[in-house]
């Protein structure tokens, strides 16, 4: 359930953003053109807002399960609850981000969108969506690597080792540059939670008194 929920998370968030992050100007772009690209892509805006926040609902269901799996795996719940932690925040940084950037879209769709409101609901979105939301994809990777580097299991050595480096790219100015890929990178954390080994039940099981 945890590998498929991260599976429609990905899904979901990329068919949302596919309808407008295109068309997205640059940062520090002029309010004019900020402007335009609201009323451009009005519509759009709300209908793949509202798929990426059907995403975050699948993300808080892959969050307790990242949660249970990696304590299962671990015999800790430290690392565990680390990462349920970071997709709590990235959770937080996701909402803010969506929704102030469908505050611009419906702005501009009624034609009350000034080049102040726009430029500034543009660059906080902006800023959320991805050094935000980079802090809680890095808590996330780091957090599954160590589990997995630990407790050798659920991923390959290297592949931790890489995942643990582009976790430390999150927190970093350069986080603007790898949200997108980190999409493909939920994918693949998820294909390893959905082919992660689990303990039988009954050894899960505390022993009879």
């Not at 009005?42 to 969050?63: D, E």
């Not at 500034?120 to 957090?143: C, R």
Request: charged share 10%.
């Amino acid at each position: 359930m945890t590998g498929l929920a991260g599976l429609l998370t990905a899904l979901l968030f990329a068919i949302g953003n596919a309808l407008w992050a295109f068309e997205q100007p640059d940062a520090g772009a002029s309010a004019s053109t900020i402007v335009g690209f609201y009323a451009n892509a009005s519509g759009r805006i709300v209908a793949g807002g509202s798929i990426s926040l059907l995403s975050i609902a699948f993300l808080v269901l892959f969050a307790s399960g990242v949660r249970s799996i990696l304590r299962e795996i671990d015999g800790s719940d430290l690392l565990a609850s680390t990462a349920f932690g970071g997709v709590l925040l990235l959770v937080s940084a996701g909402l803010a981000a969506e929704t102030i950037n469908m505050v611009g879209a419906l702005r501009a769709g009624d034609g009350s969108l000034t080049p102040e409101l726009g430029r500034a609901l543009f660059e906080i979105s902006f800023i959320m969506g991805y050094n935000g939301a980079g802090v809680g994809i890095g808590i996330l990777l780091a957090a599954t690597a160590a589990v997995a580097l630990r407790a050798k299991a659920l991923m390959p050595r290297w592949l931790a080792l890489i995942v643990l480096v582009v976790a430390c790219v999150f927190f970093t100015p350069l986080a603007r540059f790898v949200v997108a890929p980190s999409v493909l990178a939920l994918a693949l954390v998820s294909g390893g939670l959905m082919r992660a080994p689990r303990r039988p039940a009954a050894l899960a099981q505390p022993a009879p008194r």
